[in-house]
């Protein structure tokens, strides 16, 4: 009996071909990671699906011989034969491949490799991810995990949203090329990993995790003179997917906005993010980190910084949220995640998310006709200095609370 058309068990589309992705036991995905992948050459499903079990047969071969105890050639466990492993072993027990001679100052090839090396070709180790480590740690390659975290130290991120993007592109990479350095991708392996992982997702995202894996292979290669050309430049041009259209922050109407109001109003950290949000036009981590201040005699939310170096700004604290206090000690994160679930609860229609609120706070501006230059200080679009926008004697909090004032909202 054929498989049902539906049935894409321990298949994953690339591209236009289809592919085996079998799981990997918990036990193995240290050394294994958390699938194993093989082309099936067809971009026919029903042919798939029949040479699937092919590659599964082959697949639970390899995780029985895995799993066995004992050593194997070469006096290392299964475990130390994986890339990782090996990395780990040498960067722990052997350090860096070139040192300084402590007798004339000069740098020269570390002992202790040279020794491991000798050890291993006189017992006949031939685990390719075990020589490919040692060859990776000679060259002073370090696995896409390093080149993470020296990236993010030598370029601090604002928030942690957006740190946490990087870690999640690298966990994707990781996903199909293990904890290995990125010198020597290839295009066609740049845009095979893309097609892979972009199945299902946002254009946007899509677009964000090729701009990550580019700035960290730009990273890694910092150092050389004449690095040869990125392989993920302007990646998503060349991936043969189409994704998901990106969801636009869709602006709520009257009713949804008196809706998503009464589904918050219980709650004691959304509900004054919400207000401060539609009175703003703050997105949800600005609702937290706002400091209120007086400025020329008028209360104000002042933003030091932000998402982008024109976020830093000042906006009067409008009638409404006189005695309005956001939450301390609370995860931006953590109240998206609450509000988007409250959302779903009451069937708000999708796209309809927290970013609206700053949609509401803008098309009330609008509708009050003010004008496009100060709208566009208000909400963080106008490229000001931080002297401006905390002190300036141009135009003052209390022109800016005037058209605040003017934001009307059922809620």
Known sequence: MAAPKSDTRYLQRIGSR??????????LRPQMGPYLRK??????????????????????????????????????????????????KLREEVGPAIV???????????????????????????SREVWRAVGDHVKGLDPVSETLKSYLEGNPKRNATTAKNYETTVKLWQGVHGDTPIHGVTRKQAIEWLEGVAEGKAKDTVKRYG???????????????????????????????????????????EDELKRAYAAVADDDELRPVFLISIYTGFRLDE??????????????????????????????????????VAPQGVKSSALSVRYGRLMRDIQMPKGKTFHSLRKAFTTALERAKCPEAIAARLVGHAPLGITYKIYSEGLKATELRRWVEKVKHPV
Request: hydrophobic share 35%; charged share 30%; aromatic share 8%.
């Open 100 to 126: 300084v001679n402590a007798f004339d100052g000069e740098e020269m090839r570390n002992p202790d490799l040279d020794a491991l090396v000798e050890r291993m070709e006189e017992r006949g180790v031939e």
């Open 287 to 324: 609702c937290l980190r706002a400091e209120r201040q007086t400025l020329n005699g008028v209360d104000c939310f002042v933003l030091k910084s932000g998402k982008t170096d024109n976020a830093a700004r000042v906006v009067p604290v409008h009638t409404r949220l006189k005695d309005v």
């Open 211 to 253: 701009t990550v894996m580019s700035h960290l292979w730009s990273w890694a290669h910092r150092k050389e003179e004449d690095p040869p050309r990125n392989p993920f430049d302007d990646l998503q041009k060349a991936v043969s997917t189409k994704g998901r259209e990106g969801v636009s922050h869709g602006h709520y109407s």
């Open 39 to 88: 082309s099936l050459d067809t971009s026919d499903l029903r042919e798939a699906q029949e040479r699937r079990w092919d590659f599964l047969t082959v697949a639970k071969g390899r995780f029985a011989k895995a799993l066995k105890k004992g050593k194997p050639a070469g006096g290392l466990s299964e475990a130390e034969l994986s890339y990782a492993a090996f990395r780990a």
């Open 18 to 27: 289809w592919h085996a992705r079998i799981p990997v036991p918990s036990k």
